[in-house]
């Protein structure tokens, strides 16, 4: 089965949880950037499941909305409490765009030609630079929606360019128990991607790319860690590429 995702974790998760009878299950994807290019969850819609999406990047979300209508989509950062207002450092490409300022020379260097000039507040139609957006923990979004779907989410993504370390604290998996976690660890190292999993006594899969998958069980982790990953990348163009 061709894959949204970039190395195909959607596939991987998808055949994990059919093999565990899981159809139309629940999915929270937080970073869900455009909610087709590159994404973990796109896939996994098309097949009839239904979730909630997190964009804190204003241009992004306005596509993420109309992307994903089987959705129910936040504009907001994940983060460590709620709040109206929370500094953010945009990026015109939706990646790269963090709550964690002390990241820009970073990024500045590692990513040229990716990352906005920073005295730019908008780049080819996108925002970029500082910003102010409103910040709420995954905690606090599940719990709103928990009228709108029925259990707990089967499926937590979360890829947020260094803002880990503020979601993190706002994201208590004893009290959700997803099936399935998976976090990038490109920005913040598998020691602190890992270590969260860890805390909550999550079971290390398999890296996929800049993504480490998780499950709960022994059991779950030999079904998760015999699927074999087959088919290639649908390639969708970067929106900031299309303008």
Known sequence: MDFYSQYGQDVAALNFFEKKGIKNGYYVDVGASDGIRLSNTY???KQGWKGICVEAHPSYFELLKNNRKESVCYSVAAGDKDEIDTPINLNYRGSLTSLDFGLQDHFARDYQGYYGN???S???GFKNGAAIVKMK???SIITECEKKFEGTPNLICIDIDGSEKYAFKGLD????KPEILILEHS???HRAADGFAFH???LKVRTLGADNMYVRTKED???ARAIEISGAPIQTPHPAEEK
């Open 43 to 45: 896939l996994l819609a």
């Open 118 to 120: 920073r005295g730019e």
């Open 122 to 124: 908008e780049i080819k």
């Open 137 to 139: 923990t995954i905690d």
């Open 173 to 176: 998996l004893d009290r959700w």
């Open 187 to 189: 920005t913040i190292g």
């Open 200 to 202: 909550f006594k999550y």
């Open 221 to 223: 982790l030999d079904i």
